[in-house]
C-alpha cells in the first residue's frame, strides 16, 4: 500500500493506493494555509491518521508515503524552502516529521510535478514523451517532461512558469520578484484584477452581489458574472486568458510540447478563459511548435496530486 498526499492552499487530499497504485480511498481536510506550519502539518498527519484507521490499516503496512508540496524544496533533505501559498513557513523538514511519525518512507516533490506524475501516468498525458502541466489554482504551477524524463534542473526548480516576469513593474510577489504570471493568471490574481477595475470605477452587477464589498469576490463569481454578461467580467476573463496564452507561447518556444495538460481549480472556467489564451498561443508561439502542440484539459481532476504522490514515492523506494 502507498499514501499519496496533495498539500494545497486550501485543501489537504490524502489518497490511499494499493501495490498497483489503484485508489482505494481518500480523505480530505482544510489546510488552514494562512496559520503556521505546525498547524498544517498537524492537520496533514491527522488525516493520513484518519484514513489509516477508516481503512483499519496499521501504518507498518505502508510502503511509502509520498507527499505533494508547493514551492521550493530540497527534495533529497526532504525540507520545503519556502511556499507562496503558506504563511510563517519555511524550511520546514516534512520528510523528517513524518518518518519519525509514522516510521515508513516518506518523500516529497513539488505539487504541480506531482500532478504531473499522475496525469503522464494514468491520465490525459498517457503515451507523452514531451509535456507540460500547468495547474491554475491559488496560484499557477508548472512541471515539464522532456524527452520521457521529467525535468527537475539544478535545484528542483526546472519549469516554474508561474515566476516568469511578464510586468517589470507589476504586482509584487511572495518569491520577492514582480509581475509574475502566477499573481495575474491564477484565483488570486483574476480576483485581484476585478477589485482592481471596481476600484478604478468600472461598474459590475459584482458590486451588488458582494453588498459592496470586493473582498468577497471569487473566481467562481466571475464566472457566473459572464454568463449574465456582465462586461466587468467578461474582460477580466479576456485578458487572464490572453496573458495565460503569452506564457504558454513563451512555453512552447522553450520547451517544444507536443501536449500541454491544463488543471486546477480555474481551469473550471472552461473557454472563457482557454479561447483567448489559445488565440494569443496561435499568433505569437513558433508556428512548427505550436502545431505540433495539443492544449488539453486534465483528466484526473481532483485526485491526480494524490496518484502522482503516490506514483513518485514508489518509483522513488524502488530507486533506493
Not at 490524502?14 to 505546525?38: C, I, M, P
Not at 490499516?57 to 507562496?84: E, M, N, R, W
Not at 516568469?164 to 504570471?181: D, I, Q
Not at 512552447?252 to 472556467?269: C, E
Request: aromatic share 6%; charged share 15%.
Amino acid at each position: 500500500m502507498f499514501i499519496g498526499i496533495d498539500l494545497g492552499g486550501t485543501n489537504i487530499k490524502v489518497g490511499l493506493f494499493d501495490d498497483q497504485l489503484q485508489h482505494v480511498d481518500e480523505l480530505w481536510r482544510a489546510t488552514q494555509s494562512e496559520l503556521n506550519s505546525a498547524t498544517v502539518i498537524s492537520n496533514m498527519i491527522a488525516t493520513v491518521q484518519d484514513l489509516l484507521v477508516q481503512n483499519q490499516i496499521q501504518a507498518s503496512t505502508i510502503q511509502a508515503i509520498g507527499i505533494g508540496v508547493p514551492g521550493l524544496l530540497d527534495i533529497d533533505a526532504g525540507v520545503s524552502k519556502f511556499s507562496p501559498n503558506f504563511m510563517n513557513w519555511q524550511d520546514v523538514p516534512i520528510k523528517e516529521i513524518f518518518e519519525n511519525q509514522f516510521h515508513v518512507p516518506v518523500f516529497i516533490d513539488n505539487d504541480v510535478r506531482v500532478n504531473l506524475y499522475g496525469e503522464w501516468q494514468f491520465g490525459a498525458g498517457v503515451g507523452q514523451q514531451n509535456l507540460l502541466m500547468v495547474t491554475l489554482g491559488t496560484g499557477l504551477g508548472s512541471g515539464v517532461v522532456m524527452d520521457g524524463r521529467v525535468l527537475y534542473g539544478a535545484t528542483a526548480s526546472a519549469g516554474e512558469l508561474g515566476h516568469m516576469n511578464m510586468y517589470r513593474h507589476g504586482r509584487p510577489c511572495a518569491c520577492g520578484s514582480t509581475g509574475c504570471l502566477g499573481r495575474y493568471v491564477s484565483a488570486r490574481g483574476i480576483v485581484k484584477t476585478a477589485q482592481e477595475k471596481l476600484a478604478s470605477g468600472t461598474t459590475s452587477i459584482l458590486t451588488d452581489w458582494t453588498h459592496d464589498d470586493p473582498s468577497k469576490i471569487t473566481a467562481k463569481m466571475l464566472s457566473q458574472a459572464d454568463e449574465q454578461h456582465d462586461q466587468l467580467a467578461h474582460t477580466v476573463w479576456q485578458e487572464t486568458g490572453a496573458l495565460l496564452g503569452y506564457g504558454l507561447a513563451n512555453a512552447i518556444n522553450l520547451y517544444n510540447p507536443a501536449m500541454i495538460i491544463i488543471g486546477g481549480g480555474v481551469a473550471n472556467a472552461g473557454e472563457r478563459l482557454f479561447t483567448p489564451t489559445k488565440q494569443v498561443v496561435q499568433a505569437h508561439g513558433l508556428k512548427i511548435a505550436v502545431a505540433a502542440c495539443q492544449i488539453v484539459t486534465a483528466k484526473l481532476g481532483d485526485r491526480a496530486g494524490m496518484v502522482g504522490a503516490a506514483i513518485m514515492a514508489q518509483r522513488r523506494k524502488l530507486k533506493k
